[in-house]
């Protein structure tokens, strides 16, 4: 859970984000809806990848811009996953954090993505092959166990916790479902130690895209309104810092 600490910094970086959109409508006579923004948009990826983020909601720390350069992201997917590895939406990892060179390895195709079977590929291929989110690990339940989403939920609440006596139910059960749906015991076997570490690591999907897409919206204000990034990352630490602008000079737009 995120403390009032984050809470109230999420706020100032949105207050910064209406002060934005309003500078942007004074001097250049359009409001920018930003909840319709494209995901796939040139300008805003060519940004990302680069690095040219200071000033842009959780991707503009000196390391990340760093990751973001050797990532080379290009998707809002690969975004999320970069979120997902950083601790981005609120909660750091470490364990999962340890995964980012792995996951970049994979990324820049230096070492070869394994989604251990086809029908697994829509769960995995979005993070190269690595559990990132809750999600996977109860859609892959699903898909091989033949679990209801609900059920599938529960049992990954129980693989997070660890308990003993049920670790001992869940493994037999769940490699007896497999089978039955026709997977071999190799391929069970590697799931299994695929999503048990990460069962009680790894966070919500829909929180980390909801972090993702507010950066997003960031770097898509600096790519298409920005002429001068350096002044846009200043009127940010300004906005954050809850000062006034001083004079229209300052504004970047």
């Known amino acids: 859970m995120?403390?009032?600490?984050?809470?109230?910094q999420e706020l100032d970086w949105l207050s910064a984000m209406r002060k934005i959109l309003d500078c942007i409508e004074e001097?250049?006579?359009?409001?920018v809806d930003v909840g319709r923004i494209p995901l796939d948009d040139k300008k805003t990826m060519d940004l990302f990848k680069k690095g040219d983020t200071e000033g842009v909601f959780g991707f503009g720390s000196p390391d990340m811009r760093k990751i973001l350069k050797q990532a080379k992201p290009e998707s809002f997917d690969d975004l999320m996953a970069l979120c997902a590895l950083y601790g981005l939406e609120g909660k750091f990892r470490p364990a999962v954090f340890q995964m980012l060179p792995e996951y970049i390895a994979?990324?820049?195709?230096?070492t070869e993505v394994d989604n251990i079977h086809p029908s697994l590929k829509p769960i995995l291929a979005p993070t190269c092959g690595m559990i990132l989110y809750q999600d996977q690990i109860t859609a892959i339940l699903c898909k091989m166990a033949g679990y209801s989403p609900e059920d599938a939920e529960?049992?990954?609440?129980?693989?997070?916790k660890k308990h003993s006596e049920q670790m001992a139910k869940l493994e037999p059960e769940f490699f007896c479902r497999?089978?039955?749906r026709k997977y071999s015991r190799r391929v069970t076997s590697r799931v299994?130690?695929?999503?048990?570490?990460?069962?009680?690591?790894?966070?919500r999907r829909d929180l980390?895209?909801?972090y993702t897409f507010t950066a997003y919206q960031f770097a898509y204000l600096k790519a298409h309104y920005d002429p001068a990034p350096r002044k846009f990352a200043a009127e940010l630490r300004k906005q954050l810092k809850l000062r006034?602008?001083?004079?229209?000079?300052?504004l970047p737009f």
């Open 208 to 210: 980390v895209s909801v």
């Open 154 to 160: 529960v049992i990954r609440y129980k693989l997070a």
């Open 244 to 250: 006034e602008i001083e004079g229209e000079d300052e």
């Open 178 to 180: 497999c089978h039955d």
């Open 192 to 203: 299994w130690e695929l999503i048990l570490p990460y069962a009680g690591l790894v966070g």
């Open 27 to 31: 001097k250049r006579n359009v409001r």
């Open 2 to 8: 995120r403390n009032k600490t984050n809470q109230t």
């Open 106 to 110: 994979r990324k820049t195709g230096k």
